[in-house]
């Protein structure tokens, strides 16, 4: 086709672009999430969690080839302080006490894990795994002394 075939038409770019916007104003900004949400899901399920590591990888490597490191201190600096103004600095106080929280209660469960495998391994040698909060084994009790049947001694 000659230029001429094509005076008025649109490219396809412009096209899914018009489609696009039509779409959002008849159906909502949420229309897209939603189904963003849904097909994200869906490739998590056939390609795993792996797949979307390895792209983001590869994403940050370009973008860090084109644009230099420093880009990435700009643009953290810059989403720093819009959290800053739009949450206020208490923001980050507040999810720095969940974020300790979360690792005191993470390494918690570590040491506890930690703890039934070692019980669980001494089983599996012979000896009796102690009870959590159990006290340690002693040697064996003397023999009572015989008392009186008045109970008065």
Do not use: H
């Amino acid at each position: 086709m000659s230029d001429k075939d094509n005076k008025g038409s649109m490219t396809v770019a412009e096209a899914g672009r018009k489609g696009g916007e039509t779409v959002r104003n008849e159906r909502g900004r949420e229309f897209y999430e939603t189904i963003g949400r849904k097909g994200g899901a869906t490739v998590k399920a056939e390609r795993g969690r792996s797949f979307y590591e390895e792209i983001g990888r590869k994403g940050g490597e370009t973008v860090k080839a084109e644009r230099g490191a420093k880009f990435y201190e700009e643009i953290g600096k810059k989403g720093g302080d819009r959290v800053k103004a739009t949450r206020g600095p208490n923001f980050y106080e507040e999810i720095g006490r969940k974020g300790g929280q979360k690792v005191k209660k993470l390494i918690e469960e570590g040491k506890r894990a930690a703890r039934a495998a070692m019980d669980a391994q001494a089983a599996a040698a012979g000896g009796a795994a102690p009870q959590e909060g159990a006290a340690a084994p002693t040697a064996p009790a003397a023999t009572p002394e015989p008392t009186t049947p008045s109970g008065n001694e």
